[in-house]
């Protein structure tokens, strides 16, 4: 199973406007050029993208999708609501939010503990990160400092 890589969202939020700018399909090259980015860190972003169904990779080649382009033209809380409807289908999010179904909140331990038992990962640290950062993003689910929990935004 997939887990999102690209840990910020407004990375997801360059590529796709870089993409909106050249307005036509783009090879994975000239788009490595485009970019300030490692390889790795591209490839995973055009994964990311992908798996979320805002861009098309066909033989090394880059596109929009609908769903991109109608992210894009979006504003601030458009995006996020967009986002938040196609973050609530994949992993690690729907399991986490049906684990905040049961409970309406959960301490970051036991969110940890979730992660890592549900989606093994060389760097435990990262995939929580990430999740924070988009799920706080996309308005579903909210952190708590104070209290050192994470609930279910309503």
């Given at each position: 199973m997939?887990l999102?890589?690209?840990e910020n969202?407004g990375d997801?939020?360059g590529?796709?406007e870089?993409l909106?700018d050249?307005g036509?399909?783009?090879?994975?090259?000239?788009l490595?050029?485009?970019l300030?980015e490692e390889?790795?860190m591209?490839?995973?972003?055009l994964?990311d993208a992908?798996?979320?169904?805002?861009?098309?990779?066909t033989?090394?080649?880059?596109?929009?999708t609908?769903?991109?382009?109608?992210?894009?033209k979006?504003?601030?809380?458009?995006?996020?609501?967009?986002l938040?409807?196609?973050l609530?289908?994949?992993?690690p999010?729907?399991?986490v939010?049906s684990s905040l179904?049961e409970k309406?909140?959960?301490n970051?331990?036991?969110?940890?503990n979730l992660?890592?038992?549900m989606?093994?990962?060389?760097?435990?640290?990262?995939?929580?990160?990430?999740?924070?950062n988009?799920?706080?993003?996309?308005r579903?689910i909210?952190?708590?400092?104070?209290?050192d929990e994470v609930?279910?935004?309503q």
């Open positions: 997939h999102l890589e690209t969202v997801l939020n590529l796709l870089i909106e050249i036509e399909t783009v090879d994975i090259a000239t490595d050029d485009s300030d390889r790795t591209l490839l995973n972003l994964n992908e798996g979320l169904g805002f861009i098309e990779v033989n090394g080649d880059v596109s929009l609908q769903l991109g382009n109608r992210y894009l979006a504003d601030v809380d458009g995006r996020k609501k967009i938040k409807e196609v609530v289908k994949i992993e999010f729907n399991s939010l179904n309406e909140e959960m970051m331990e036991d969110l940890q992660i890592s038992e989606f093994p990962s060389d760097n435990p640290e990262s995939t929580m990160k990430t999740l924070l988009w799920g706080r993003y996309a579903i909210d952190y708590d400092s104070d209290e609930r279910k935004v």
